[in-house]
DNA sequence: GCGACAG
DNA sequence: ATCTTGTCGC
């Protein structure tokens, strides 16, 4: 089953979790993975404007067959608000919560967010994979730092992300002719395997089967809970 | 000081 | 993220 390891509070004032972030930096490993990965997992939270009340859910799949092998989902509490640097401090404690609920131990997460693509280069992927103590990266719909050139329009393209000098993350064509996606390592993996996942994760869509999955489970979650019907 | 700003 | 119908283009 899947398991993880306490690695700090999460009950933090956002001054207190920007100084967390600038000591947990220095534990994220970028490097390219040595075994093959089978299964990958994608993550994502739902919930009503205004509320605190969450959905989350992660759904695995087999790499191969993209076939989904388990879906977890759970209903939670965020109290941390959404602030662009800090989204990890409000979405990944109910993301544990349905990751402990998980009978099968995936091998690598796709998170919907960035992983080095971040101003201290820790984002929900990588502060995530820090937590699952796991190969994690992130395929965001939109940039939060990086300047990049636009990709060639065929999918499969991608042009680097910079910041400050460094190759954070890409923007990745996963269909033709559509907006790039955003991608970046998060944690125990490198920017070549990043990109090679999420296009082996390609459903046809511009958003890679695993999130897509992800936010269906979680929508579904929440307009169950809203409606008193099936 | 001003503008940008994952979900 | 969420609230929402039709509509332009391949």
Known sequence: MANYTHLHDWNLTPSEAVALQQTLRYSIRIEQPVAPFRTIAGCDI?????????????????????ET????????????????????????????????????????????????????????ASHGGLWLNKPAFGCGKSVLVGKFDQPAPEQGN??????????????????????????SPGHLIDLQTTIALTLQCDGGYRIPEPTRRAHLLVNNLRKAAKDPQT
């Open 158 to 183: 991608w042009t680097p992300m910079r910041h400050y000098g460094d190759v954070v993350g890409a923007a990745l064509r996963t269909k033709n002719k559509v907006t790039p996606v955003y991608v």
């Open 46 to 66: 739902s919930f009503n404007k205004f509320e605190e009340t969450v959905y989350a859910g992660i759904v695995v799949l087999r790499l191969d067959t993209l």
């Open 69 to 124: 092998i388990e879906e977890s989902g759970v209903v939670s509490r965020a109290t941390f608000p959404y602030i662009p640097g800090l989204l990890s401090f409000r979405e990944i404690p109910a993301l544990l919560e349905a990751w402990a609920n998980l009978e099968t131990d995936p091998d690598v997460v796709m998170f919907d967010g960035h992983g080095t693509a971040h101003p201290r280069r820790i984002g929900i």
